[in-house]
């Protein structure tokens, strides 16, 4: 088994994290671990059982809840990304329906969410070579990573981007979504969506997904030199 090896790459969405994380995992053959796949999960499965935000259960209600939902669910780490399947079937358009991009960012910011999802994904990891992406991967959940990358890019850029993700949706609306998202994100109490201390910060506006990536591995590489020596 190779030696753990944690990439963290966050920042708002559109900012090319997806994409950016999913190139470097291909290139270098590390797993693909897309946290909010789970975060889109569990808010698909709750709308699903109309837990809706607002009437949660009680704290350790809602962490049983969601830890039984995270054991129905199969996990398949690949360079390719990450796939969630349920009832042998992957979980794909489900994830990114409208109902959930509208509420994955009040189901995310829920305490007990977040706590039990972080602790589902350390364990995902462990002894693994892993590029993984989302809003506070560098800052709550693997603060010891190896590197950490910090993407960020123009609300018109990032709103273009987004609109090749999802249909039916107009680019003003998806504009809208993003500030809002944004906004949410950064406020919240728990886990705010920052960046992560020391970490490699790229505006990825004006340059191409290429750059970027060339920009990562190079980071990577090099890291990887200097812990062989100590």
Known sequence: ??????????????????TTAREIARRLNFVL?????FYRFVTWALLKQGVLPGKFPHYEGLRSLISSLLKEVRVKLSPEG????LNDQP??????????????SFVSAHPVVRETITSFLRDLVK???????GRDMGTVVFPKANLKVFLTADIEVRAKRRANDVEDRNLEEIKRNLLERDKLDSERELAPLKKPEGALEI???????????????SEIERRKVSRMKT
Do not use: Q
Request: aromatic share 4%; net charge negative; proline share 2%.
């Open 33 to 37: 671990l897309e946290s909010g796949a």
């Open 1 to 18: 088994m190779a030696d753990e090896f944690v990439v963290t790459i966050d920042g708002p969405a559109g900012s090319g994290k997806t």
């Open 82 to 85: 990450t796939v969630l399947i």
């Open 91 to 104: 979980l794909k358009e489900e994830l990114r329906s409208k109902e959930v991009e509208n509420w994955v």
């Open 127 to 133: 002894g693994r070579e892993v590029v993984t992406e």
């Open 203 to 217: 505006d990825t506006t004006n340059l191409s997904i290429e750059k970027v990536v060339e920009r990562i591995i």
